[in-house]
């Protein structure tokens, strides 16, 4: 089997993507928020027009193959593995274009329990490809806004990689750090590498926050989001994000490993 037919089995064994955990009753209502331009679903993304509810819809069918039905208001989503795979392919062009380049590069996560080791592998990858990988701001605070209201965070690198952490968790030693969406970390992290007068990142990878935050505000930025999420998808649209791939955001972190594989290959980065 190709490397894309054996990644294809995968993405549909793992549920990255087919049928996903992500509830069509989550998605329509993060639609509704984003058509709103309610922050906890713009995570970042300023658009530069409006966007109702179908041409969300819309959108999301396109980019995601998520059900166009507006009828369709329960279940589970589906992501269609084809829009994934190609994705994933623009997604490894960019990273080996950063490579290439040699471009600082900064990695920032809101998902580190399932996401981290996807992220550092990359940064290891570019990294010793000659690429700097950025740590601005490291143990700064950051108030985010939280279901529990607004609580303060720590910014934190784990192998390169930007995550927050919340200090009164508790939690010690294994915690992995703060499941966020907010853009406040990168904004941050982004401000204290121009006022160090350090390098700024030639690319931003990451999710939620990290890659809509970044884009806003002019950096090349390439990431992975859910079919809950619609600001990438509408960043990807307009020209903010340069590349978002489609995928169940939330599964065992080993499910991953296999799109690590994949990327660093299809960007010549293989070990």
């Known amino acids: ?9 995968h993405l549909l064994a793992a549920r990255l993507a087919g049928e996903v955990a ?16 309610d922050p906890r679903a713009l995570i970042g993304i300023d658009p530069e027009r409006s966007w109702g509810q179908r041409e969300l819809l819309g959108l999301m069918a396109d980019r995601c193959g998520v059900s166009a039905d507006p009828l369709h208001t329960s279940g589970r989503d589906v992501i269609d593995p084809e829009r994934t795979l190609a994705a994933l392919d623009a997604f490894a062009l960019a ?7 040699g471009v600082p590069v900064l990695f920032g996560t809101g998902h580190p329990r399932q996401l981290l080791g996807f992220y550092a592998a990359l940064a290891d990858a570019v990294s010793a490809a000659g690429c700097e990988i950025l ?13 529990f209201g607004l609580r303060t965070h720590h910014l934190d690198y784990v192998r390169g990689v930007a995550l927050v952490r919340e200090p009164a968790s508790g939690r010690r030693g294994g915690e992995p750090g703060a499941h966020s969406h907010s853009p406040l970390p990168v904004r941050l992290a982004l401000a204290a590498a121009a ?3 350090g390098p700024l990142p030639g690319l931003v990878v990451g999710d939620h926050g990290w890659v809509c935050g970044a884009g806003q505000l002019g950096f090349e930025a ?5 079919s809950d999420d619609p600001a990438p998808f509408v960043g990807e649209a307009e020209g903010t994000v340069s590349v ?16 690590t594989r994949y990327v660093l290959k299809r960007a010549c980065l293989s070990q």
């Not at 089997?1 to 089995?9: C, H, V, Y």
């Not at 740590?135 to 279901?147: K, M």
């Open 195 to 197: 006022e160090s007068g």
């Open 135 to 147: 740590t601005p701001a490291q143990g700064r605070c950051v108030d985010i806004l939280t279901r």
């Open 244 to 259: 978002v791939v489609p995928l169940d955001d939330a599964v065992r972190s080993g499910h991953y490993r296999p799109l």
């Open 95 to 101: 990273i080996a274009g950063a490579a290439r380049r």
């Open 222 to 226: 390439i990431g992975l989001a859910d």
């Open 22 to 37: 992500t509830a069509r009753e989550d998605s329509l209502r993060n639609y509704r928020l984003f058509a709103a331009r």
């Open 1 to 9: 089997m190709s490397d894309t037919g054996a990644l294809r089995a």
